[in-house]
């Protein structure tokens, strides 16, 4: 929990480690399980993708599967 608001958290919180996914949800990249059409598996979580991230996610995944 913090008391950033969502601009600055996503700042501190960058590529490559961390993606902005949803205005309510940043997520750690290493820490996902599986991605189903427009959610992301962690834990017992699923995790929306919203339209606004959702070229900037999956381009992100992308360019981490080739890597």
Do not use: W
Not at 4 to 26: D, G, I, T, Y
Not at 38 to 63: A, C, M, W
């Amino acid at each position: 929990m913090t008391l950033m608001n969502a601009r600055k958290l996503e700042e501190v919180l960058h590529e490559p480690q961390f993606c902005r996914v949803h205005k309510s949800f940043f997520i750690a990249l290493d820490k996902i399980e599986s991605i189903e059409r427009n959610r992301i598996k962690i834990g017992d979580q699923y995790i929306p993708v919203s339209e606004t991230y959702h070229k900037t996610f999956f381009d992100l995944v992308e360019r981490k599967k080739l890597a």
